[in-house]
């Protein structure tokens, strides 16, 4: 009879430990979702958007409660990869339009700057940024930077490094489409 009455204790002490693991990881999963939805909750008032959908969005392309400021820089940075990378006189636009933007040296949001500044975004970064970048413009509060404004730094941009040859002033085919392009996705239907 002893034998049988250590077998069901240790059967209790498994089924215990493992409903305790259980409830670990049921109040891990909690604590995460409800501090995804608290940064969710903190990029729409830095940007706006109160879409659920867009705000997830923002999230799935990586955008954090510290980076998503540089969201409005999203076509300035395609428009210096055009022509197949990063010209030193395009990153240091950049990076004077992100400091006069409020974006610290050595923070989160520069460092990530940085980063695509010397590795491309990938394509789908751009492309869902422009739908997300329009929206962000139209919300209430957004007023000190125009779909307008955004063209006209990615305008500076193409022409810091010169198109054909490197003449400075000189916009290449390619980044005359971008341009069109990016105007087109920013300012949206009319």
Do not use: N
């Not at 923070?107 to 929206?135: C, K, M, N, Y």
């Not at 404004?149 to 054909?164: M, N, P």
């Not at 390619?174 to 009319?190: I, M, Y």
């Amino acid at each position: 009879m002893p034998d049988k009455d250590i077998f069901a204790e240790r059967g209790r002490s498994l089924e215990e430990e493992y409903f305790r693991k259980k409830d670990r990881e049921l109040i891990e999963k909690m604590r995460r979702s409800a501090a995804a939805t608290g940064a969710r909750e903190e990029m729409g008032k830095k940007t706006g958007l109160t879409d659920p959908e867009m705000l997830q969005e923002l999230e799935t392309l990586g955008f954090t409660p510290e980076t998503v400021v540089l969201l409005p820089l999203v076509p300035v940075v395609q428009m210096a990869w055009a022509e197949g990378g990063v010209t030193p006189a395009e990153r240091s636009l950049i990076v004077e339009l992100a400091r006069a933007r409020g974006i610290q040296e050595g923070g989160a949001a520069d460092r990530q700057l940085s980063d695509w500044l010397d590795r491309r975004p990938g394509e789908h970064v751009f492309t869902h940024a422009t739908r997300l970048i329009r929206a962000m413009l139209a919300a209430p509060g957004h007023a000190d930077l125009s779909a307008d404004d955004l063209v006209k730094y990615c305008e500076s941009i193409a022409e810091a490094s010169g198109g054909v040859l490197g003449f400075i002033g000189r916009v290449s085919a390619e980044e005359r489409q971008l341009l069109a392009t990016l105007a087109a996705g920013l300012k949206g239907p009319r």
